[in-house]
């Protein structure tokens, strides 16, 4: 699988600039290329990711996820959401589940993954339950 260069430009800029707060990415099935999908700019937040994500169609995500920890402390962590929709075509839930390591590697500095069918898997609850 061929990742665009793109996808760690971006990443970089949310991990170290914070000028995201997520990215989007797809594959072109076509071209059998990981390229940038949507970007999140600083004032989005996770509604704003959880809406650009198909109902119909798998995507990958990486957000920055700011928070306040129990020992009053201000942290930041990466999630990466595997996402991948009852509703999407079986040809693509396989080339999403087997490209998905590919990217990883490219995405350094990754804290926690998570796999979701349905928004109620990666709902906001869930994402700050990992975090803490």
């Known amino acids: 699988m061929n990742i665009k260069e793109e996808c ?5 800029e949310m991990k170290w600039k914070k000028v995201h707060r997520f ?16 970007v999140g700019g600083p004032g989005e937040g996770y509604d704003e990711l959880v809406a650009a994500l198909p109902t119909d169609d798998c995507r990958y995500a990486v957000f920055d996820f700011d928070f306040v920890s129990v020992d009053n402390c201000q942290k930041s962590k990466i ?4 996402w ?12 999403y589940a087997t490209s998905k390591q590919g990217l990883r ?18 709902g906001f609850d869930v994402i700050r339950g990992r975090a803490q």
């Open 105 to 122: 590697r490219v995405l350094d500095g990754v804290h926690y993954e998570v796999q979701a069918t349905d928004p109620s898997e990666m």
């Open 84 to 95: 991948s929709p009852a509703a999407s075509r079986i040809r693509a839930k396989i080339l």
């Open 8 to 12: 760690k430009r971006w990443f970089t």
């Open 23 to 38: 990215v989007v990415y797809k594959i072109d099935e076509r071209t059998r290329a990981v390229m940038v999908d949507k």
């Open 79 to 82: 999630f990466f959401i595997a």
